[in-house]
């Protein structure tokens, strides 16, 4: 699968998908639920949380919420944090 990816450049898009599909489980059910749009584009994750503490609160952990990102993904697929 991993050289189909690669030889139609899915990669990227496969990793997207993946992190918006496992966005629950890395930041946990309390968060997700207050998600209310998700998306990225070209390495910038964008997101409308619910909750303006909660987006204060997110806004201050930006990098370490990036770090933990990346390291459930296994690569880097997220350098910078939008909220919208």
Do not use: C
């Amino acid at each position: 699968m991993q050289s189909f990816l690669d030889s139609f450049n899915l990669q990227t898009k496969y990793s997207e998908a993946n992190l918006i599909a496992s966005w629950e489980k890395i930041m946990g059910r309390t968060i997700a639920s207050r998600t209310e749009k998700i998306f990225i584009r070209e390495h910038t994750l964008f997101l409308k949380i619910s909750s303006s503490p909660l987006r204060q609160e997110l806004l201050m952990a930006k990098s370490h919420m990036i770090r933990l990102i990346n390291q459930e993904m296994q690569k880097n697929i997220v350098e910078e944090v939008v909220f919208i």
